[in-house]
């Protein structure tokens, strides 16, 4: 193989360059096979403090199990140059992903976050802070397995402040407040980074506008956290609320872990997006009112039938006046809703006319004030059964029923009692000596049947 020598490497390709060195495809003569082999830049190992601290945390993520942290086979230095001799990864880094493509479906972005979580989590129970969580530190290989890379520059968490040199370890797009402030970091920080890289995972962007300096630290002490529901549409609500408390300002306030992060993340993919959904609230029993859980519009009233029918009025965003246009949908929806409507009037107004019917033939004329009172049942006479004998039927008071005409005559009826008349079936004629007898003359309102 062509290549130049370094140690017992040769280096083949130019793969990555960053601000802490340069990573090459290599080969190692050593083992035989083709590593990621990463050089830091010179004036690194000039540094006692630095050496010592690369040497500390190259040993403990080397001996970092986790399958989503590529493993790291050899460190050491070379001809006065720094290296890491890393597992090669066949793969593409989410940062050249997102310029490709824009930005991930959220289930997708999900379960970025949840891989490299469990990265961060591994190292962070080792005592190792990675310091510089960022997109193209994030490799993602066949069938969408991500690792967590640049291990060699992470830092222990017990050390304090920055390199001797003052050199910032990170980049200003995930950079957490407490990094600008006091030049520390710990677990937290690495949890805020990691909430930036979700926003930008759902939205495409970076969580805070601008490249310079100035405006990345004045959005990252500043500035509220941002929403991605409201920076893209469709995404759901809830990562509002993660991004919000994984980008606090105290470290405090943030997720302990970044698998806390992950799960809160997943939770909220079962929210919806922000849009003008309504709740129905019942004031009173006539009465629905809408209220709508996004913009709030006006209210609108339901008559009570339209709750008795069943009519789901969430499904009827806006108020009164900003109300679109119907559709034909909604036109149909509407005449079902009179049909089934007028149908419940006809019902009841024919079960009110069929008692009425069953109760008196013609309604009566309205009573006067000095009416008698009518007696609340009218009495009538048990029809004799096969077993018993008939009872003779009192003169004084024949079993007979008359229609009450509005003129006050009436016409004779059949007895249901028996046969009274010469026709057989038909009572003898009246005549006044008949207690039944009207008399035209007399108070038209007045019933012989109830003397005194």
Do not use: W
């Not at 399958?67 to 597992?87: A, K, T």
């Amino acid at each position: 193989m062509d290549g130049t020598s370094f140690g017992r490497y040769r280096l083949l390709e130019l793969i990555g360059e960053g601000g802490m060195g340069k990573v090459h495809r290599a080969y190692d003569t050593l083992t035989d096979r083709i590593v990621a082999l990463k050089v830091l830049h010179e004036h690194t190992a000039a540094d006692p403090g630095f050496r010592e601290r690369f040497r500390r945390e190259a040993h403990a993520a080397a001996r970092l199990s986790e399958p989503h942290v590529v493993p790291i086979h050899h460190y050491g230095e070379i001809e006065g140059r720094l290296y890491l001799d890393m597992r090669l990864i066949e793969g593409t880094d989410l940062k050249t992903l997102l310029a490709l493509h824009g930005p991930m479906a959220p289930a997708v972005a999900v379960s970025v976050v949840e891989q490299v979580a469990a990265a961060l989590d591994a190292a962070h129970a080792a005592g190792l802070v990675h310091r510089d969580v960022k997109p193209s530190n994030m490799l993602v290989s066949a069938r969408d397995f991500v690792y967590l890379i640049d291990f060699g520059i992470a830092r222990s968490a017990q050390d304090k402040g920055l390199t001797s040199t003052g050199a910032t370890i990170g980049t200003f797009h995930y950079m957490a407040p407490e990094r600008f402030t006091t030049g520390q970091g710990d677990a937290r920080s690495d949890v805020y980074a990691l909430a930036c890289v979700l926003h930008e995972c759902l939205t495409g962007a970076h969580p805070y506008p601008g490249d310079s300096l100035e405006q990345q630290i004045s959005g990252h002490l500043t500035v509220a956290p941002p929403r991605p529901s409201q920076v893209r549409p469709g995404v759901p609500a809830g990562f509002d609320q993660v991004i919000a408390q994984a980008m606090a300002k105290s470290p405090d306030d943030r997720y302990f872990t970044a698998g806390g992060l992950a799960a809160d993340a997943k939770r909220a993919l079962t929210t919806e997006p922000h849009t003008n959904t309504a709740t129905t609230v019942v004031l009173d029993p006539g009465t629905a009112r809408i209220v709508n859980t996004g913009n709030r519009p006006q209210p609108r009233s339901l008559p009570a039938t339209a709750l008795l029918l069943g009519e789901d009025s969430t499904s009827r965003p806006g108020g009164d006046s900003d109300d679109p246009a119907p559709t034909p949908g909604r036109r149909t929806s509407t005449k079902r809703r009179a049909c089934l409507l007028a149908a419940a009037v006809v019902v009841v107004a024919a079960g009110a006319a069929a008692v009425g019917y069953a109760a008196v033939d013609v309604p009566p004329p309205a009573t006067p004030v000095n009416a008698r009172p009518a007696p609340a049942v009218e009495p009538v006479r048990p029809r004799p059964t096969p077993s018993a004998a008939p009872t003779p039927a009192t003169p004084s008071a024949p079993v007979t029923t008359r229609p009450i005409q509005p003129t006050g005559q009436s016409e004779p009826v059949p007895d249901p009692g028996g046969s009274t008349g010469p026709d057989g079936g038909l009572p003898a004629p009246a005549s006044p000596a008949d207690p039944y007898y009207p008399d035209p003359y007399s108070d038209p309102y007045y019933d012989p049947y109830y003397s005194e």
